[in-house]
Each structure stands twice: as structure tokens, then as C-alpha cells.
């Protein structure tokens, strides 16, 4: 099976701005997560060529994650800095892992530095005006799932917990989601830690009505990303098990900032070694679909989309 482009839709979220031409240039990432998904891909195959042993397969998929994270890495390095509104661009960050009192925080819903154009409210602390990106109606969107989630499984607190089914049946916890009073103390410990990296936060988005995902502690990620290379070495791997692994991939990024690309292009190296066109297509908004959605609608084969068509 040939890996081309077309298996890496863009994220949303790599869509902060308006301008098609722009546009076209991030969806060019794609050729990038082709030539390096083919390559760990062809890496893999030969290392499973040595060894059928599980342990041995496991320890295969393990050395081609950290080439696809170095591999990020480098791009990053090169890089001459992040898109649109944000903190300062470090490339350190996307080989610096996730440690237990570090964990990471996304926030969801109304997030104004991702609309083009916005400028700085100092009253509210956000970003206001401007031109909503593919970005920012995302994460409006899924800023409403969040919510809905919270009224459907009847969660009347700040805190929403994940769970992960195994095909074993084992339960481990995933990520959180956090709202209300708990979502404002982690807007001023996100603004805390990045003070203290000696990077200015006059201008760090925590006003208006924040939710955010926060990643598991630190035992859980390890867990559950052993648990999708395990899955993942499996001989008879089939397209429902290869999407409990994409899930817990995505459930247990490994560093702080690049996860998301690595875990895109690995989970399409390994499908297209192990099923082949029997693989399950990558949704654009993966990360999202995970992070926000549950297990049963994130490894849904045929989910119901939260952005429509082409977004």
C-alpha cells in the first residue's frame, strides 16, 4: 500500500488563518507525514522481519515512535515559529516529556487568539473581534461536545473522567475534562508555570468561560501507551482493535508539544503494514475527537461528524 497525502487531512487546528494560499501551504504538511510515515513504515517491516516474538515486535514499534518524535523534533527545529497568537515558539519542547506535575492543558470552546485578526482585551484577558479560522470554529464546536458530554452522562461537577476499555477488559483512566471554577485554577497554573519559564504572560488567553482537557497523570499515559503497542504487535490486529490503539495513542501523547503529528503519522505507518486498505481512514480532527469525544465515539468506524463536511 503506497502512503501518500491523502491519508494526513489537516487538522483543523493547524488552520489559524483565512487566506487560502495559506491554507494550501499547511495541507503540504501532509507530504511531509507521508515521506515520514513510509519510511517508519518500511523501518518497521524490517525489524518485524527479524523477530515474531511479541516482546520483540513491541520493542520494534517502540524504536520507530521515538524516530517519528525526533523526526518532529528536527521539523521544529527548523522551523521559524509558531502559527498565529501563542506563546513563543521552543523547539525543546517536542522532545521534552510529559512529567506527572507537568501534565498538559488544551483549551476548548471560545478561544480568541485563534481568530485572525483579534486583539488583546486586558479586561477580559481574551482575545476579541476578528475573523473565525477553521481553528477557532473547532474549537467552538468541540467546546459544545464538551459541555454536552457533561449534561448527558449527568456530571454535575468540573470534572469529567475518561475511561479506556481494553480489548482484556482492563479500565485505565484517561484524560480529564475541566470546567467551572477547577478550569479557572488550571487557566492560572498554566500562566504560573509559563511566567516561570521566563516567557511574558500579559497577554495569555484565561479570561471568558474556559474548559480544558488535561492528559492523564503520568502512570496512566504509560499504561495506556503500552497498552497500544501491545495491541498494535498483535499478528491478528483488526480494524476494531487498531482503533482502541489510535485512541490510546491519543490519549497518552508522550511530550509536550509534537504529539499529535506523531501519533497521525505512526498510527498510519503501522495500519498500513498490519491491514493494509483494510486500515481505517485518519479524521482530520482525531486529536479532538479523542480528547473530547469518549471512547465509544472516537473508535466509532463510522461516527458522526462534530465539524461539517470539509471542515
Not at 485572525?116 to 468541540?142: F, I, N, Q
Not at 490503539?245 to 497518552?252: E, G, N, P, T, V
Not at 486498505?277 to 480528547?291: F, G, K, N, S, V
Request: with cysteine; net charge negative.
Amino acid at each position: 500500500m503506497t502512503i501518500t497525502r491523502a491519508h494526513f487531512p489537516t487538522s483543523p487546528l493547524a488552520l489559524r488563518f483565512t487566506d487560502p494560499d495559506r491554507q494550501a501551504h499547511a495541507r503540504a504538511f501532509a507530504d511531509q507525514q507521508a515521506t515520514a510515515a513510509t519510511a517508519a513504515r518500511d523501518r518497521l517491516t524490517d525489524l518485524w522481519a527479524v523477530s515474531q516474538h511479541r516482546a520483540d515486535r513491541v520493542a520494534a514499534l517502540s524504536a520507530v515512535h521515538a524516530d517519528l518524535i525526533a523526526w518532529r523534533y528536527d521539523l521544529a527545529v527548523a522551523a521559524g515559529g509558531r502559527l498565529g497568537q501563542g506563546i513563543a515558539h521552543t523547539p525543546q519542547r517536542f522532545r521534552t516529556p510529559i512529567s506527572e506535575g507537568n501534565i498538559n492543558y488544551d483549551r476548548v470552546g471560545r478561544v480568541g487568539r485563534l481568530c485572525e485578526g483579534a486583539e488583546w482585551d486586558p479586561a477580559s484577558r481574551t482575545y476579541v473581534g476578528g475573523t473565525p479560522t477553521p481553528a477557532a470554529e473547532a474549537m467552538l464546536k468541540y467546546g459544545r461536545a464538551a459541555e454536552a458530554r457533561f449534561d448527558e452522562e449527568r456530571e454535575h461537577g468540573d470534572v469529567l473522567q475518561n475511561w479506556v476499555t481494553l480489548p482484556d477488559g482492563r479500565r485505565i483512566s484517561g484524560n480529564r475534562i475541566v470546567r467551572g471554577e477547577a478550569a479557572k485554577g488550571i487557566a492560572e497554573e498554566l500562566t504560573a508555570r509559563v511566567a516561570a519559564r521566563g516567557i511574558d504572560v500579559s497577554r495569555m488567553e484565561t479570561g471568558g468561560i474556559p474548559i480544558y482537557t488535561a492528559t492523564p497523570t503520568a502512570q496512566d499515559s504509560k499504561a495506556l501507551f503500552a497498552a497500544a503497542l501491545e495491541i498494535l504487535a498483535d499478528p491478528d490486529l483488526t480494524p476494531e482493535t487498531y482503533l482502541t490503539a489510535r485512541y490510546c495513542l491519543f490519549q497518552a501523547p508522550q511530550t509536550k508539544k509534537g504529539s499529535d503529528a506523531v501519533s497521525r503519522t505512526f498510527i498510519v505507518a503501522v495500519g498500513a503494514l498490519a491491514l493494509g486498505d483494510a486500515a481505517p481512514a485518519l479524521p482530520a480532527d482525531i486529536d479532538l475527537r479523542c480528547y473530547v469525544l469518549g471512547q465509544a465515539a472516537a473508535t466509532a468506524a463510522h461516527a458522526s461528524p462534530v465539524l461539517d463536511e470539509g471542515e
